[in-house]
T-cell receptor, first 115, second 114 residues
Framework: GAGVSQSPSNKVTEKGKDVELRCDPI?????LYWYRQSLGQGLEFLIY????????KSGLPSDRFSAERTGGSVSTLTIQRTQQEDSAVYLC?????????????FGPGTRLTVL | AQSVTQLGSHVSVSEGALVLLRCNYS??????LFWYVQYPNQGLQLLLK??????LVKGINGFEAEFKKSETSFHLTKPSAHMSDAAEYFC????????????FGTGTKLQVIP
């Protein structure tokens, strides 16, 4: 069956531009997560959605970052006025429930390069 | 809050040799622990998970991990490395409190030498 998909797979943008990254979770998965993977930094949690609401936004690095989820499905991560330090791979994951025993399924990521 | 520490950002083994990737956790309550693998230019894939049912956990591709409470460890092993095992491996722990917030280690890149 279809897994988590993300688009675009690669995005190159100029410093100061806004970008939108999209995540399509597995159908029926209520929980959705965004992570950032920077070179040498490991995986950094950004935000978690349960349905359309975001109970935990604690990982968003600045107010330039925002995310929304609509219809309990697709999520968009928006980065405004991009900076070079925003360059990273942005990973999305979804799980059926938000519980301790629920596996997260990851998408392939969007590689963002800010020039 | 729980955390995990992966010792060694890069590990090299010869093809056919034992693979040992180290992970130690810090937790005040019984943890849920995971190992994920990330192949080049791909997302993360679950290798195995510990949820207290059994201390020795078998995963995909011949990997296994043993939960040792006395050592607060959850090391990943495979008896014989294959070239296809070259990837980055992440240990992870579930944070307590309400929902499944996963905290990842910094990752270990495994190189397999022919």
């Amino acid at each position: 069956g279809a897994g988590v998909s993300q688009s675009p797979s690669n995005k190159v943008t100029e410093k100061g531009k806004d970008v939108e990254l999209r995540c399509d979770p597995i159908s029926g998965h209520t929980a959705l997560y965004w992570y950032r993977q920077s070179l040498g930094q490991g995986l950094e949690f950004l935000i978690y959605f349960q349905g359309n609401s975001a109970p935990d936004k604690s990982g968003l690095p600045s107010d330039r970052f925002s995310a929304e989820r609509t219809g309990g499905s697709v999520s968009t991560l928006t980065i405004q006025r991009t900076q070079q330090e925003d360059s990273a791979v942005y990973l999305c994951a979804s799980s059926f429930l938000a519980g301790e025993n629920n596996e997260q399924f990851f998408g392939p990521g969007t590689r963002l390069t800010v020039l | 809050a729980q955390s995990v520490t992966q010792l060694g950002s890069h590990v090299s083994v010869s093809e056919g040799a034992l693979v040992l990737l180290r992970c130690n956790y810090s937790s005040s309550v019984p943890p849920y622990l995971f190992w994920y693998v990330q192949y080049p230019n791909q997302g993360l894939q679950l290798l195995l998970k510990y949820t207290s049912a059994a201390t020795l956990v078998k995963g995909i591709n011949g990997f296994e991990a043993e939960f040792k409470k006395s050592e607060t460890s959850f090391h990943l092993t495979k008896p014989s490395a294959h070239m296809s095992d070259a990837a980055e491996y992440f240990c992870a722990v579930i944070n307590s409190g309400g929902y499944q917030k996963v905290t990842f280690g910094t990752g270990t890149k495994l190189q397999v030498i022919p």
